[in-house]
């Protein structure tokens, strides 16, 4: 692949690793630069159970785990911004939307990648990620500079959703979905990048499921192309070569 690349934005650690984890180290060992871009350090999240780090440090060391995560996929060292966690919505997001820009710039991606509007769970911080990355493609748009080929969402296909009762998580059609990435020959790849956040491990069920269930849960990774300018890029690319 001779794509630029792709820029993921998400609001906290981990969020790169669970949903598009094994799709991020696949492209990456296929040529394509793979950065991502966290808005916060997760200072709100857990500290795991027992804990691992006080309240104080969480920051600190969730950012750790998150370098941690990176390195184990594959991809390039993270961006993180030192917005504050839980806070997201409540911004005036023509800052933030121009850190976006500003690392879009430096990055120049291919395509980007982010939460649905509804931010899969309804977590507000997901949600406000998901408009500022909305906002920065159309500026782009609008000034041709730093202009990605195609933006994303995270998608959970209603079929996975019913057949595994995830209530919490809202779904699309099925038909609905662009791309979906086997992921399973990354599987040890893609859960030695989960555990690296040690701290959060506590707060995803889905680890203490059946091993069948995870691999319903996590080895398959879908993506719902949202805009667009046309022709190919990394990951439909990757689409019509699987």
């Not at 370098?67 to 961006?79: S, V």
Request: proline fraction near 6%; aromatic fraction near 6%.
């Amino acid at each position: 692949m001779n794509k630029r690349g792709l820029l993921a934005i998400f609001a906290h650690p981990d969020d790169e690793s669970f949903r598009c984890g094994g799709t991020l180290a696949l492209l990456a060992r296929r040529g394509v630069r793979v950065q991502v871009l966290t808005a916060t350090r997760g200072q709100a999240g857990s500290c795991g159970s027992p804990p691992f780090c006080t309240r104080d440090a969480l920051p600190r060391v969730r950012e750790h785990e998150l370098g941690c995560a990176c390195a184990t996929l594959g991809i390039e060292p993270p961006i993180l911004l030192d917005y504050e966690d839980g806070e997201l919505a409540v911004l005036d997001e023509d800052e933030p939307v121009g850190q976006v820009l500003a690392v879009m710039r430096q990055v120049q991606p291919d395509v980007l990648l982010t939460w649905p509007p509804d931010g899969l769970s309804g977590h507000l911080d997901h949600c406000a990620v998901s408009r500022w990355t909305s906002v920065a493609f159309q500026q782009s748009l609008k000034t041709g500079l730093a202009t990605p080929r195609a933006l994303y969402h995270i998608a959970m296909p209603r079929s996975i959703q019913q057949f595994l009762g995830l209530r919490d998580l809202h779904a699309i059609p099925d038909e609905a979905v662009a791309v979906a990435v086997a992921v399973m020959s990354v599987w040890d790849q893609k859960l030695a990048a989960i555990r690296c956040h040690k701290t959060q491990l506590g707060e995803a069920p889905i680890l203490s499921q059946p091993s069948e269930r995870q691999e319903v849960f996590l080895g398959c990774e879908f993506f719902r192309r949202v805009e667009g300018r046309g022709g190919d890029d990394c990951l439909t690319e990757w689409e019509r070569a699987t």
